[in-house]
């Protein structure tokens, strides 16, 4: 009987051993610094943000990563823009540029896009009528590229008729 | 245990010879404090050094080799137990940094418990400060918060394991040098 208390006991030291054997906990410490940069690829406006007629309240946000304003439409119509905003890459390296957008899926916006230029070269166009509207493009170091509206409106539209032509979009940027 | 009688047979010796008597006792008494045993023996305790079981290994978007406009002052300590780096975000935009760092568990016979943490970062121009934890097969572990009451996270790193880092810092608009300027300890523990 002693002796098997013995052995119990051994045991249950053996355990405990092995215990304090598993539980050994290593910590390190680290440290992460965070800052800011300015961003890589902004909007600048163009020279047709002012073009009242079709462009209204074009504005810029503060670190000019993303833009607002009203496109305006003539029923029957077929209007482009010229270079209403710019993308510009501020970077020493060239940039992958994403252009996504929400699909325009009011009948009587016939058309509704977005062409990137490169001085008379067509770098791509953004069609908002498209399921998944997507353009991607590579922007050179200290490039800017200008971006050309289009907006095509059914005969007949208009804000009183109950045709509105009204649209609601948006265009996201994103750059790697 | 004395024999019957000792005592008795003590007295009559002290009074008919005290000096016998008391020479006795004091025999006696010697001989009960001798009982002491001494052991003086030398044992060895060598030390030296093991790596810790889980390492940190850079990030393959954001290493010494990869070093971008977004991320700079990347090292790893000698020992790989620790890291330092500085993230640079962008105002109104959300920086995705898909491999900052990793953790690998080194230990070929074992998993272990890993646990990340850090103080709450409550700038208000940080709305987003994540650190993904993913396996090799881009399967999400767990999520360090920055943001969080008390960010932690605390996942098992299966033996000869690699997992991987990925960070999302969102900064809002008016979010600049002057008013991001973030230092957070992050402590590793490993069990």
Known sequence: MREGAIFVTIGFLMLAAAGAIAAVTVTSSSTITTSVTPPPVQFAAGAGSTNTRYVGDYSLSTNATSFEGTFKGRAGGDATVKNVTQIRNTMSVSQTVTLSATQVTNPRVTAFTWTVKDASTTIG???????????????????????????????????????????????????? | MKAPGSQSRLRKLASTRPLLAIGLVVVVGVAAAAITLTYTTTTTVTTSVTPPPVQFVAGSDSGPSALTNYVTAYAISTNKTSMTATVKGVPESTLVIGSYLQLQNVDAGAAHSVTLTTPQVSNAYVTAYTLGIYTSGNVLQDTLDLRAASPTVTFSLPASTTYYGKLTLTLATGAGADNVALTNAVTLTTV
């Open chain 1, 125 to 176: 166009t953004l069609d908002h009528k498209a399921t998944s509207p997507i353009l991607t493009f590579t922007i050179p170091a200290g490039m800017t590229y200008t971006m050309n509206e289009r907006l095509k409106v059914a005969g007949g539209s208009g804000n009183n008729n109950g045709d509105s032509a009204d649209v609601s979009a948006t265009l996201g940027l994103s750059a790697s």
